[in-house]
């Protein structure tokens, strides 16, 4: 079974540039969710979808961010305008039970 | 948001059981206690979870007392490869969602 997948590994742009990642979550996972992990900080949620609806987005640190999941399958998050605050380590995490997120690698994005 | 304190980090040989504790004094009546292990470069993975005493499965075993205010993950007969860092994580729900609360986790480090 695949795991979770994300792209892509590694963005590297501009300040006020847009950047766009993508998260494959497990199939048949009807929850999803977005983590970030900014330098030398601790992870934090983001947002949970459940199926294409927004369950909780909480975590959303602004409105540069805009996470859709259209049709209940992968997930984009973008980011526009970039800032330099936002560089950080981008996770994508899916289940089928609320409890158990299986993560994926994560998008290392670096604003410059 | 209240979270979870655990040691920064513990050395151990090789073969030798690990206990981890954490604290978490304010822990909601619906959280479940839950351990993530985390690898350089890769996103954590999901090692077990619990609500009060003891859950074992073929990775951990893990303690949660009557108080539920502190947990023990129990790796037996560690190996090099279980050198990572590991988080005990507070799941707040409701309504639906759960966010998972990391903090800073602790770095176990094997060695022969």
């Known amino acids: 079974e695949a795991g979770v997948t994300q792209f892509p590994s590694h963005s590297v742009i501009e300040k006020g540039q847009t950047v766009t990642l993508r998260c494959d979550p497990i199939s048949g996972h009807d929850n999803l969710y977005w983590y970030r992990r900014v330098m030398g900080k601790e992870i934090k949620f983001l947002l949970h979808f459940v199926k294409e609806s927004k369950q909780d987005e909480s975590g959303m640190p602004n409105n540069r961010f805009l996470a859709e999941r259209t049709g209940g399958t992968y997930s984009t998050l973008k980011v526009q305008p970039a800032e330099l605050e936002d560089s950080g380590v981008y996770f994508c995490?899916?289940?089928?039970?609320?409890?158990?997120?299986?993560f994926g690698p994560g998008t290392r994005l670096t604003v410059t | 948001l209240a979270k979870t304190t655990q040691p920064i980090s513990m050395d151990s040989y090789e073969g030798q059981e690990v206990n981890i504790t954490c604290s978490h004094n304010?822990?909601?009546?619906?959280?479940?206690i839950t351990w993530y292990q985390q690898f350089p470069s890769q996103g954590p993975r999901f090692i077990i979870q619990?609500?009060?005493t003891k859950v074992t499965n073929e990775v951990a075993s893990l303690f949660i007392p009557a108080d539920r205010k502190s947990s023990t993950l129990s790796l037996p007969r560690v190996s090099l490869s279980d050198t990572a860092v590991y988080y005990c994580l507070r799941g707040e729900g409701g309504a639906g969602s759960y966010q998972l609360t990391f903090g800073k986790g602790t770095k176990l480090s094997v060695i022969p």
């Open positions: 995490a899916s289940s089928q039970e609320l409890y158990e997120q299986y």
């Open positions: 619990g609500y009060k």
């Open positions: 304010n822990i909601a009546t619906n959280d479940y």
